[in-house]
């Protein structure tokens, strides 16, 4: 499970920030907690735009694509601060992104009512209409004392406190799962698959379609190549060594940006009909209903599908089985959303590999064994779609050609 | 007799705002009401270094100087706006102006409850150790704002008029009782002064 914890304090030094650390390290086994920061978001106004802070743009993403949210407050004068009620004021005017989700409260207080009094205030808040959410009945974890609660290493030293956290915690974790068919999947937008909204990343100068469009986009853009070094987040390779990296990979790796535009694949070198996804050199640059230009139009609503539901943040990514006839491949398409630094959806990074020597591996490994079941490995694609969503069917690759099954 | 009329919003378009407007009019006779933002006050954020915007301190001596405070409130998500919890929380941060001084709450809102639930919520924020302000217990709330005034901003329903009179004038009341309830006033100063959340025990 993937929780988003928001610190509901702007000032350097917290208490709450302490205790949602100490829950990120402390129960990292039960869920993933990602923390979020809220000190430079602007005071709610509604004649402003929540779009102009990146921080609100942050929060608003992680939240939207969390199975829930933890939120720790202080008290101030009796309620929650100001600096909370400001971001929960942002995200329950123009987008309601906590709407039915999951929410968890936690405080940490100096003083021995250890925010009792806010944490009510703030229930109330979070069952407002504009934010909708589903706060955690009971199970209120009040820090009182925080000042001697923590050891030098940040952990909370009474062992009885930390038995009752781990309980409001386990209760969480059950009730997202109890909470969570309660979700109102965004709509998913029509896609643009001829790529006419430009990003700024896009080289326009150069039809998509164009057979050489690597080389004449290289010359445009003065892009470098074989022993220039580029500095990565984090490290530095020369281009030739991100190419041997990418290319060592034991998938078939593609990236299509959220102009729909596919970019790149890593396995040029390769027999384009050995691949599980089969792609040509000439694809690179191609605008994504290029690409597909041989699926019937239902198929073309399911690439739609597969996009538009990691663009509004559904879900962050898309798994399906190919049917293949021999028994040694299990072919596996992972279309993986890629983000902006800000959270919001930067395109797609399409995994094909076949899953099955990862699966003998791991069974010879473990000395088990397969029992069977009703799934077998040519299982029918409609029905292994790992997602949940009903509605169109996901079985479609976004990225790859009809001709690639 | 001076009052001070703090505006909740930060918002152009506030029905609040005009409540407060045509009070400061409609009580000219009987009060000089001026009507003080709150909008351009930063975000509070609990610097270590105790420094209070200039800004803040601004509105804190016009709060000392008078003789009683209105705070016209807004209700967002059941509750009062962040930029008035911003401003309360920034005038109780090592300054006192609130302590004992006399408050009446009012509230507009578009539709029935008329920020019934905000109101209740500023009431315990007056109520906190560094605020601890002497709130009059009458609740004004203004429903349906939006078609409460005429277009020279009047109320126009005579009953919420004379209501706002009758709860105005137990205001002024209230005022000149507060100024007698000296005896603990001194303590609750030293009280809120001493009040240090790091030496808690």
């Not at chain 2, 703090?6 to 152009?12: E, K, L, P, R």
């Not at chain 2, 409850?113 to 609740?139: C, F, T, Y």
């Amino acid at each position: 499970m993937k929780f988003v914890g928001l610190i509901g304090s702007n000032a350097d030094q917290s208490y709450n920030r302490m205790l949602l650390q100490y829950i990120r390290k402390q129960f990292k086994i039960k869920f993933e907690l990602e923390l979020l920061e809220i000190n430079d978001v602007p005071m709610f106004n509604q004649d402003d735009n929540w779009q102009d802070s990146f921080q609100l743009r942050l929060i608003y993403n992680k939240v939207t694509r969390a199975d829930g949210v933890i939120i720790a407050t202080p008290e101030h004068n009796h309620t929650i601060t100001a600096a909370l009620k400001s971001v929960l004021e942002w995200l329950s005017y123009d987008v309601h992104p906590f709407d039915s989700k999951p929410v968890m409260i936690v405080g940490a207080s100096y003083y021995d009512q250890g925010t009792s009094r806010a944490q009510v205030h703030l229930r109330k808040i979070l069952e407002a209409p504009g934010v909708n959410a589903y706060t955690l009945p009971g199970n209120e974890f009040l820090l009182g004392k925080a000042k001697e609660a923590f050891d030098e290493n940040g952990d909370i030293i009474n062992a009885g406190t930390v038995t009752f956290l781990e309980q409001c915690l386990d209760n969480f974790v059950k009730y997202v799962e109890v909470v969570s068919p309660l979700k109102k999947p965004m709509p998913i937008e029509p896609e643009d698959l001829d790529c006419n909204h430009p990003i700024p990343t896009s080289v326009t100068e150069v039809d998509p379609d164009d057979p050489d469009w690597v080389e004449k986009v290289a010359k445009l853009t003065n892009a470098v190549s074989g022993n220039t070094y580029v500095k990565l987040d984090h490290g530095i390779l020369t281009v030739d060594q991100i190419n041997m990296f990418l290319k060592s990979m034991p998938f078939e790796l593609t990236y299509a940006d959220d102009n729909n535009q596919f970019l790149y694949y890593n396995n040029a070198h390769q027999d384009p009909d050995t691949m599980f996804a089969k792609r040509v050199p000439e694809q690179s640059g191609n605008r994504l209903s290029t690409v597909h230009n041989s699926l019937p139009p239902q198929r073309m609503k399911n690439v739609e599908w597969v996009i538009g539901t990691l663009r509004n943040g559904n879900q962050e990514y898309v798994r399906t089985l190919i049917p293949n006839p021999n028994p040694n491949i299990l072919n596996t398409h992972n279309y993986q959303a890629m983000y902006y630094d800000d959270g919001s959806y930067a395109g797609i990074n399409e995994i094909v590999f076949n899953f099955k020597p990862w699966l003998d591996w791991y069974l010879k490994t473990t000395g088990q064994q397969l029992v069977g079941g009703k799934f077998s490995a040519n299982v029918d694609a409609n029905s292994s779609a790992s997602t949940s969503n009903s509605g169109a069917s996901p079985t479609a690759d976004a990225t790859s050609g009809a001709s690639s099954h | 007799m001076k009052i001070i009329a703090i505006v909740g919003t930060n918002s152009t378009k506030s029905t609040n705002r005009q409540l407060l407007q045509y009070m400061k009019v409609h009580f000219e006779t009987k009060a000089d009401i001026e009507l003080v933002e709150i909008k351009d006050i930063p975000v509070f954020n609990k610097p270590a270094d105790k420094k209070v915007p200039d800004l803040v301190l601004e509105i804190a001596d016009k709060i000392k100087e008078a003789d009683g405070v209105i705070i016209g409130t807004p209700e967002y998500d059941h509750s009062i706006p962040a930029v008035l919890m911003n401003a309360l929380a920034w005038l109780s941060y090592g300054i006192f102006p609130l302590l004992g001084k006399p408050v009446m709450i009012t509230g507009a809102s578009y539709g029935t409850l008329g920020s019934s639930r905000a109101q209740l919520q500023l009431r315990q924020i007056l109520n906190a150790p560094e605020i601890k302000a002497n709130v009059l217990a009458d609740e004004f709330l203004l429903s349906h704002s939006l078609q409460a005034f005429d277009s020279d901003g009047n109320l126009v329903d005579l009953e919420t008029i004379q209501k706002l009179d009758a709860i105005f004038d137990d205001f002024r009341l209230f005022v000149k009782i507060t100024g007698k309830l000296s005896n603990a006033q001194e303590l609750l100063h030293k009280e809120a002064e001493n009040f240090d959340w790091e030496t808690l025990s």
